[in-house]
């Protein structure tokens, strides 16, 4: 019964997981918007979070989740890191369009 987390098999969150990140990754190659890919981002993160605190909580072992941890405190940095450089992108641009950033190359 080791397979089992509080009803739900491991499979489940594995597959969860899988579809989540893979429904990140293709925002991040196919959307143009820089608010998008940063969601998209942030959705593959989350992704991962999951899948590590269900093999946590498999194992036994809390070392999982306290990695998660520092995972969320490294991606709310970079959500505040990025959005302010896209505040400062879209007052110089008036957009948030990925391909009008051609504008910052030398």
Known sequence: MKDVIIGIPIQWYIYLSVTLFCIGVMGVLY???AIIIFMCVEMMLNAVNLLMVAFSRYLGDSSGQVFVFFVMVVA???VAVGLA???MIFRNTKSTDIDALNKLKW
Do not use: Q, T, V, Y
Request: glycine fraction near 0%; charged fraction near 35%.
């Open 31 to 33: 959307r143009r918007n």
């Open 76 to 78: 709310a940095a970079e």
């Open 85 to 87: 450089i896209l505040m």
